[in-house]
């Protein structure tokens, strides 16, 4: 009786043995990668890829100018705007001389159309322009601001799109992903003065794939 | 038969033979397959001055031409060439379209960089159905203009959807259109691709800087991986392409907007001619909206780390573990 559990245990153990390393050979778990392993594998990365490695980059042909903010610990620059305010500088015509009637049309921004924020709490032009130096915008604590970085003063009630388009989830950089980070300025895509974007047809049409 | 096109059909197999694996067809012992392949260049192209015609004084163009071709025909893998076979073959091709359609082309084969694997992610937020990405995609990687084969689609989705099938991917009318978003697909470049390991010659493969291209002359047009695909990402040529020649991308790459022949499988490669040199692709560069985000994943500066770190993301099918590299987030 005892010889014969002996056996039946001895028995077990072998078959135990057996089952282990048959788990062991076929490994039931696909070879291939897991659902997580990519992300895992890139986020292993914390090196910073050196941007200047990458020789065939080109300098921006468009004027730039350094940001004031930093992106992620790092300087970057911004597409610069006043070059492409048509009749900047102001103060060469808001001066204290005289302006005739007949010119007033011209003169007084009328193909300016104003169509930011929200019925009820529209923006003026005072909201963003400074009152007495007319070269700059001002902000709500009234500081001056430059037309180059008016980031500075749309990010005041845009702040999520300001934290994003910093980090670089909303806006985008100019030609490159490699190089130095060149960004587009808020004025480059948004008209400031109505700076929705218009309903339109699109570029093209989609056939039915084949 | 003192035929100037049959002595050129001669020296064939030895310009052939001339590349650098030359040694192993020196040797006394030339293995079988040498010999068929010096056997089969030969008849073809004894065949081909047949049917030529051996006409003393046959214009010169046409058989360098002809010569071009066979040697383009018995090329390797794009994967199996040394760089000095891969600027061969480049040379030939751009004579070829010097000679054939007059063009003036300059064909790459910048291998991938160090340290960098692409990503891509597309803000369904901000996404107001433009389609300018298309057709800078159209132009710049020479799609067909005849069939209007397009790599990326634009859907135009109900809220709440998050499958394109469900969306309407034919809409032409003024966009944004309001309560509707929009969600673009193209080639999701999976880390895990199922395409090409449906291909039975091996002419489709990830690169190592994570983009997955197809060797237009190795491809047999079986269409398997464009079965095996689960995102629609693939595209089939049905005829011979047709591009105006003066909106032809001179610009090109080896593995990405060259001309792709007759019953090939093509797909968008994130503009391989453009990325590896820096640059972003086309559709990137043209979007107006900003909903196109693309860079190196393995940098943690860049941007499209500081979307998969901030943003809420999700991947189309991501419980297939196809890995696409490509993300979806909203604002």
């Not at chain 1, 390393?21 to 990668?33: C, E, K, N, Q, Y």
């Not at chain 2, 040697?71 to 054939?100: G, H, I, P, S, W």
């Not at chain 2, 003066?246 to 610009?251: F, H, R």
Request: hydrophobic share 30%; proline share 5%.
């Amino acid at each position: 009786m005892k010889k014969s559990i002996y056996h039946i245990t001895r028995g077990m153990l072998c078959g135990l043995i057996l089952l282990l390393v048959s788990i062991l050979l076929l490994d039931p778990r696909p070879g291939t990668a897991s659902e997580t392993s990519l992300l895992e594998t890139i986020k292993k990365v914390d090196e910073p890829f050196d941007d200047r490695s990458v020789t065939q980059v080109r300098p921006i042909v468009q004027p730039t100018v350094l940001a004031k903010e930093e992106y992620q610990g790092g300087s970057f620059r911004v597409l610069a705007r006043k070059q492409d305010i048509e009749r900047y500088k102001c103060s060469s015509c808001h001066t204290a001389k005289e302006v005739r009637g007949k010119s007033a049309f011209e003169l007084t921004h009328g193909n300016v159309v104003l169509n930011h924020g929200q019925e009820g709490s529209a923006l003026s032009c005072i909201d963003c322009h400074h009152p007495e130096e007319l070269d700059f915008l001002e902000d709500k604590k009234g500081r001056k601001i430059d037309f180059d970085h008016s980031y500075q003063l749309c990010g005041q009630c845009h702040f999520r799109q300001k934290r994003d388009w910093l980090g670089g989830a909303h806006g985008k950089r100019v030609s490159y992903w490699a190089g130095d980070r060149v960004v587009f300025n808020c004025t480059t895509c948004h008209d400031p003065h109505a700076p929705k974007f218009a309903k339109r047809f699109p570029a093209t049409y989609s056939a039915p794939l084949n | 038969m003192s035929c100037k096109k049959i002595d050129q059909a001669k020296n064939i197999p030895e310009n052939v033979r001339s590349g650098p694996d030359a040694s192993s067809t020196n040797g006394e012992t030339s293995s079988r397959r040498t010999f068929l392949k010096g056997m089969s260049i030969g008849a073809a192209a004894a065949s081909a001055a047949l049917v030529t015609g051996c006409v003393p004084g046959a214009d010169a163009a046409a058989s360098g031409e002809l010569k071009l071709r066979w040697q383009e025909f018995f090329k390797k893998n794009y994967r199996l060439m040394t760089q000095e076979e891969k600027d061969q073959t480049v040379d030939r091709l751009e004579r070829l379209a010097a000679l054939k359609h007059n063009q003036e082309l300059q064909i790459g084969t910048e291998p991938p960089l160090e340290n960098v694997l692409y990503g891509y992610a597309f803000n369904i937020t901000r996404c107001e159905g433009f389609m300018e990405c298309v057709t800078a995609c159209v132009t710049e990687n020479n799609l067909d203009r005849r069939t209007n084969t397009q790599y990326i689609r634009i859907f135009e989705m109900e809220p709440g959807q998050l499958d394109p099938s469900s969306g309407d991917g034919q809409y032409y009318h003024e966009v944004p259109v309001d309560n509707k978003f929009y969600m673009g697909t193209q080639c999701f470049h999976c880390e895990n691709a199922p395409c090409t390991k449906a291909c039975p010659t091996r002419a489709t493969w990830k690169e190592p800087d994570g983009i997955v291209v197809v060797d237009y002359d190795w491809c047999i047009g079986c269409r398997y991986c464009q079965a095996a695909c689960p995102y629609y990402g693939r595209r089939f040529n049905w005829g011979d392409s047709e591009v105006p020649k003066d909106e032809i991308t001179q610009k090109q790459h080896y593995l990405g907007n060259r001309k792709r022949p007759m019953g090939k499988m093509e797909k968008c490669t994130f503009c391989i001619q453009r990325t590896r040199k820096g640059k972003l692709p086309a559709c990137v560069d043209a979007c107006p909206t900003g909903s196109r985000v693309f860079g190196n994943l393995l940098d943690p500066d860049s941007e499209i780390r500081y979307v998969l770190k901030h943003k809420k993301v999700f991947r189309m099918k991501e419980e297939l573990g196809t890995e696409p590299k490509f993300w979806y987030f909203i604002d």
